[in-house]
């Protein structure tokens, strides 16, 4: 088992930063792929970013691309959420995910999620 906490949200103006941070407890952090998911009100859960076991590659969703960054700390069982130039739009849940297989872009593909944290962006 994994368990996995997301921090870091909140209300920030559009063209703002925020970092979210996703700090795992449980089995090995390193052996699990990572991703950040979000979804907005009456909206699908829907794919961000995520990252290899070891980090090695990333992979964003074409919606963020340029400018949100995944990375990871497994010295510290984290993973990060970097994300700038926020748009309304980027409003939402952001959900952290965890696989002991690869990398994924699908929700239903990932077997343990954190709670979630709002996001909110204000033009």
């Known amino acids: 088992q994994v368990q996995l906490v997301e921090s870091g949200g909140g209300l920030v103006q559009a063209g703002g930063s925020l970092r979210l941070s996703c700090a795992a407890s449980?089995?090995?952090?390193?052996?699990?792929?990572m991703a950040w998911f979000r979804q907005a009100p009456g909206k699908e859960r829907a794919f961000v970013a995520a990252?290899?076991?070891?980090?090695?590659?990333?992979f964003v969703a074409a919606s963020v691309e340029g400018r949100f960054t995944i990375s990871r700390d497994n010295a510290k069982n984290t993973v990060y959420l970097q994300m700038n130039t926020l748009k309304p739009e980027d409003a939402a849940v952001y959900y952290c995910?965890?696989?002991?297989?690869?990398?994924?872009?699908?929700?239903?593909?990932?077997?343990?999620w954190g709670q979630g944290t709002q996001v909110t962006v204000s033009s």
């Open positions: 995910a965890a696989r002991t297989a690869i990398v994924s872009t699908y929700p239903v593909s990932y077997n343990y």
């Open positions: 449980g089995r090995t952090f390193s052996g699990y792929a």
């Open positions: 990252m290899t076991w070891n980090g090695g590659s990333t």
